[in-house]
């Protein structure tokens, strides 16, 4: 009874956390497009860009445009963090590409 | 303007090796421009090598073929110093024919 | 305890000695010495596939792969380039607006001269490659500039190229700290992973060279510019260096920079100093 009873109460809060996600607002993809846009604009001044960064903006653009602002947001973020590694690459080869070098 | 064809036919022994490459967009019809747009069809439907009169070698082609083609083949019963026809007609109705000596 | 006390120490003395000895070996490797990369550049490739002779390299793929060289010396008969070869002859000496020619613009009048490209031009401080010159050449006599990665530039190199064809690399790094820098620039360019991929050019034509990547052989570094530009399959057409630098890095995944800017440029430089006295074969055809 006490499983069947944690369980529901479960699947419920399950259920509430996805509805809350599931509402993705305009502010939401405006936030996350501006993070995401910040970051590629940092991986171009280190002159790294990927172009599966670019092409995650483009998605999430035309994914506000069409109103999935769902999609929208979960593009943006993929940007975010494909502009985030790109960075990171670029740092860390600062100094790895040293250990390629033929002597 | 310079022919489109470029054609070496080698006689040894008994027979003549004819290599030609042919200076062609050979457009399959398939493939879309930058603004998304169809490049429309523009390929070789016809291809004659022509010697003493007689046709030696006849290609009926189509959007398969790649663009510049070359082909190579042999054909028995000519000499050397004698003429080659090369002639090709498109699916525009454009043509070009060139005459070879066999060397 | 002194017994345990005393291997401490020593070892401790010892590490501190190792690391001043790796200390002074890294300053030492941090002074750029042009003329020993190249020495240990070509003895690399010399070494990993003793098969090949040293000018054979500029082949790429046909000198690592004995079946696609056959294919490859039969299509040399006739070569898919031939068009562009002869375009490149006609735009070469067909004059500008204002009557000056190409031949104006470079020494002996622009003929053999392909080998001594890059060079770093020490008034500007930058260096200056084949392509960059053709259009400044342009530019400076009223014309516009050609794309750097479409046919008539393609074609003016294939002609340039194939009047030196067989004169071995001659690039020269000058007394001067801003060339090294370029150099030094390119080198780190070759080594540095990019794109999504995290490929550096080192990861396929270094370490990959001879290997399979998918249907591709891929070329060794060494002489990779010496065929340039090449007719490619691929492209069912001809390309400039420009072009195989932009369509290398979006193969990464990486966003490609401008054809012709300084990265690019030092990248060429580098390539091209540590394959001198490798004959050029352009222009070339690859699959």
Redesign the interface.
């Known amino acids: 009874m006490r499983v069947l009873a944690t369980s529901i109460l479960s699947a419920l809060a399950l259920a509430a956390a996805t509805s809350a996600l599931a509402a993705a607002s305009d502010a939401d993809f405006k936030a996350a497009f501006a993070a995401a846009e910040a970051a590629e604009k940092q991986a171009g001044a280190l002159r790294n860009r990927w172009t599966t960064t670019e092409a995650a903006l483009v998605e999430a653009k035309k994914a506000a445009d069409a109103g999935d602002l769902d999609r929208a947001v979960a593009a943006a973020k993929e940007a975010e963090a494909l502009a985030k590694a790109s960075i990171f690459q670029a740092n860390s080869e600062k100094e790895a590409w040293k250990a390629l070098e033929i002597r | 303007m ?1 022919s489109t064809i ?1 054609v ?1 036919a080698i006689s040894s022994g008994e027979t003549t090796e004819v ?3 042919i ?1 062609h967009p050979m457009d399959s019809g398939f493939v879309k421009d930058a603004k998304g747009e169809l490049i429309p069809a523009h390929f070789i439907q016809q291809l004659t090598f022509e010697h003493n009169g007689k046709t030696v070698f006849l290609a009926d082609w189509g959007p398969a073929v ?3 083609p ?1 082909v ?1 083949f042999g054909f028995k019963g000519a000499s050397k110093g004698d003429e080659l026809k090369v002639s090709w007609v498109d699916n525009k109705g454009a043509s070009d024919s060139t005459t070879a000596k066999i060397q | 305890m002194q017994a345990r006390f005393a291997i401490s120490l020593a070892s401790a003395a010892l590490a501190l000695a190792a690391l001043v000895l790796i200390a002074r070996s890294a300053t030492a490797a941090d002074a750029p010495d042009p003329a020993a990369d190249a020495k240990a550049f070509q003895d690399f490739f010399t070494r990993k596939f003793p098969a090949v002779k040293r000018e054979d390299f500029v082949n790429g793929p046909y000198s690592m792969n004995e079946d696609m060289r056959k294919q490859w010396e039969e299509k040399e008969q006739f070569p898919p380039y031939e068009f562009a070869l002869e375009a490149g002859k006609e735009m070469f000496s067909t004059p500008f607006k204002n009557g000056k020619t190409y031949a104006d613009c470079f020494p002996n009048g622009g003929i053999g001269i392909r080998q001594d490209y890059p060079y770093f031009d020490t008034k500007e401080g930058k260096v200056v490659t084949l392509e960059l010159a053709l259009n400044r050449c342009r530019e400076a006599n009223g014309e516009a500039p050609y794309s750097y990665v479409k046919d008539e530039m393609a074609s003016l190199t294939a002609y340039m190229a194939f009047t030196s064809r067989g004169k071995p690399f001659d690039v020269k790094i000058p007394n001067d700290a801003r060339a090294l820098e370029a150099y030094e620039n390119g080198k780190r360019y070759f080594y540095t992973r990019r794109g999504q991929l995290n490929f550096s050019c080192a990861s396929c034509h270094v370490q990959g060279a001879g290997q399979r990547m998918r249907a591709e052989i891929l070329a060794p570094a060494l002489g990779i510019l010496n065929a340039m530009p090449i007719y490619r399959s691929e492209w069912s057409g001809m390309g400039t260096i420009s072009r195989r630098f932009v369509t290398c890095n979006t193969q990464t995944r990486a966003v490609p920079l401008e054809p012709q800017s300084d990265e690019y440029r030092d990248l060429e430089y580098y390539l091209s100093y540590l394959s001198n006295g490798l004959p050029i074969a352009g222009p070339g055809a690859r699959p």
């Open positions: 310079a470029r070496r290599q030609a490459l200076q790649a663009k510049d070359y190579k």
